[in-house]
């Protein structure tokens, strides 16, 4: 009963840019939300790399030149419209993990656009030694969350046919205090489907088992630890890398103490997608939360609602992929659009006693 007067609360107050109060009782409201940004990579290119895995390593430096701002100011766009609605919030994500960037600088001029540059992002970025040279990152509004640890975990795979390593993107953990409250965010990009889903599959699974084990750490520290787990994870809620190994769960009644719920299971039943992956929307695109984030009790930051982003602008309007994100690459020409991923985000809410 309480959810539902909070919910008819926010339909009917305006809001300032994330409080709304009715009565004398005020809440607070923040966006969190991650981003595969696709291919957000400069336009150097670096031999000691593997840039010409890049879309823009395959085109003149002059095409390059035109088609990089153009990259950031669809990025750009898009993070400051995330979680910005008149019915919950009129502030962009005031934490958003992404991945699918190259290096800091390309962080540096998407938080510099002029549609980020009033929000004061900042930038926490660890090189990765993934293959593609794509890294994970977390970007933060300075007025909203402080940062106090951060680190990068390491995942190594092994091919199992020539038993070299598989060389993939590190998982990133950020704890600090979001309007004064503890909270560990978890952000990951997890080794892609090349090859089959079933023939690479122990990569996802072993990805999911760092998590795991970051998760049990942060636990055994503080049972009740608010933790964020998000990312491009390259399986669906269903797969054995979610449902099994970090065991989430789709009811909230269902999670005990330790345990993770994972919204985006229901999504997934409702048939909704963040990416087509061979001619069929997927979720790849996920967010979980620890057990502290789904009481009732308001008097902390707690889930409120977690969506996909999907405006008309982002999503191809017609043919074979309508309905799907309006990518910025095919192959190596430009499209105009945007990234190949749905951006997903949650709405954490809390009531203001003073």
């Known amino acids: 009963m309480k959810t539902r007067n909070i919910l008819l609360l926010i339909l009917v107050v305006g809001m300032s840019v994330n409080t709304y109060a009715q009565n004398k009782k005020r809440y607070k409201i923040n966006t969190v939300a991650f981003y595969n ?11 000691k790399k593997f840039d010409e895995r890049s879309p823009l390593m395959e085109m003149s430096a002059k095409e390059r030149g035109q088609v990089y701002p153009k990259k950031i ?57 993934d293959e593609r040279s ?9 007025k909203l969350f402080k940062p106090t640890n951060y680190s990068s975990h390491e995942l190594i795979l092994q091919n199992p ?39 690479s599959r122990p990569g996802r699974v072993a990805a999911a088992q760092l ?11 503080d049972p009740y630890a608010k933790i964020v787990i998000m990312g491009d994870l390259n399986d669906d809620p269903f797969n054995v890398s979610v449902k099994k190994v970090l065991n989430a769960k789709e009811d909230k009644e269902d999670v005990e103490l330790k345990g993770i719920y994972n919204p985006m299971m229901n999504m997934s039943k409702k048939g909704m997608g ?18 502290p984030f789904i009481d009732k009790d308001f008097s902390s930051f707690k889930i409120f609602k977690t969506g996909i982003y999907n405006p008309t602008y982002m999503t191809n309007k017609k043919g074979r992929y309508k309905g799907y994100p309006k990518r910025s690459f095919v192959g190596a020409t430009w499209t105009s659009g945007y990234s190949d991923h749905f951006p997903v985000y949650t709405y954490l809410i809390k009531e203001v006693t003073n």
């Open 211 to 221: 998590t795991k084990k970051i998760v049990d750490s942060l636990q055994t520290a």
């Open 134 to 142: 794509i890294d994970v990152a977390l970007l933060y509004q300075k």
């Open 161 to 199: 046919n020539t038993k070299k390593r598989n060389f993939t993107r590190d998982q990133l953990l950020v704890s600090g205090k979001l309007e004064g409250e503890l909270m560990h965010f978890i952000v990951n990009h997890w080794p892609s489907r090349s090859g089959g889903e079933a023939r």
């Open 37 to 47: 940004l696709e291919n957000l990579f400069d336009t150097i290119n670096d031999p």
């Open 73 to 129: 100011k669809n990025m750009a766009r898009v993070i400051s419209e995330i979680g910005v609605d008149p019915k919950f919030s009129k502030n962009s994500p005031a934490v958003i993990g992404v991945c699918e960037v190259e290096n800091k600088d390309v962080l540096h001029d998407l938080i510099n656009d002029p549609q980020l540059r009033d929000k004061d992002y900042d930038i926490i970025h660890f090189n990765s030694p």
């Open 274 to 291: 963040t990416l087509a992956y061979r001619d069929a929307l997927n979720i790849f695109d996920q967010m979980m939360f620890t057990k």
